[in-house]
């Protein structure tokens, strides 16, 4: 089965400042497959990133996702005070898998 | 535009059973999956299983599958997750998500807590 690592665990940035996550995943995947949701405080998951790179409907163009078979990029070019959040990759095939998340914390 | 509903917070007792249904609406029903996502307080999100209307055969998670079933009712475009033998530590948010036309999950409901507890 594959797993997926996330790093780094937390991140304490200020607003306005970049965050890179990172998502790793323990055997090649396709990129089709792999993608970024976001977890706000007492809400349910928000897609942002689908198919590696593709931004989903609604997500602002400061995400952007890069990455191919095993290591896959979230970058938020300047930190806004609503993304202070949680971030999770996913692989979603057959047997779909989260990472553990990456909580981005303002600083 | 695709919407979902799911039904309300349950407190059971271990050894019970639970069933939580997750209602959309917009859309078509049947092509896309829709599959349940649980997260315990605190913690990550955990995979717990889905299903295609259209094909009625549900997959499930590795240590879910003697105890998980999922069924979708095509007449109410409604999807349910029944959990039986309840354990303490199946105190969790259960979330739908219904799958975007790229096969991500784009659309979630709010989520049910269940809580076992004797």
């Known amino acids: 089965d594959i797993v997926l690592t996330q790093s780094p665990g937390s991140l304490s940035l200020s607003p306005g400042e970049r965050a890179t996550l990172s998502c790793r995943a323990s055997?090649?995947?396709?990129?089709?497959?792999l993608a970024w949701y976001q977890q706000r405080p007492g809400q349910s998951p928000r897609l942002l990133i689908y198919?590696?790179?593709n931004r989903a409907t609604g997500t602002p163009d400061r995400f952007s996702g890069s990455g191919s078979g095993t290591d896959f990029t979230l970058t938020i070019s300047g930190l806004e005070p609503e993304d202070f959040a949680v971030y999770y990759c996913?692989?979603?095939?057959?047997?779909?898998?989260f990472g553990p998340g990456t909580k981005v914390e303002i600083k | 535009q695709v919407q979902v509903e799911q039904s309300g917070a349950e407190v059971k007792k271990p050894g019970s059973s639970v069933k939580v249904s997750c209602k959309t609406s917009?859309?078509?029903?049947?092509?896309?999956?829709i599959n349940w996502v649980r997260q315990t307080p605190g913690q990550g999100l955990e995979w717990v299983g889905g299903?295609?209307?259209?094909?009625?055969?549900?997959n499930y998670a590795q240590g879910f599958t003697d105890r998980l079933s999922i069924t979708a009712d095509d007449s109410t475009s409604t999807v349910y997750m029944e959990l039986t033998s309840l354990k303490f530590d199946d105190t969790a948010i259960y979330y739908c998500?219904?799958?975007?036309?790229?096969?991500?999950?784009?659309?979630w409901g709010p989520g049910t807590l269940i809580t076992v507890s004797s």
């Open positions: 055997q090649s995947v396709g990129s089709d497959y």
């Open positions: 917009g859309g078509s029903f049947s092509s896309y999956a």
């Open positions: 198919g590696a790179s």
């Open positions: 299903i295609i209307p259209l094909f009625d055969r549900p």
């Open positions: 996913q692989h979603f095939g057959r047997s779909p898998v």
């Open positions: 998500a219904r799958e975007y036309s790229s096969g991500a999950w784009g659309y």
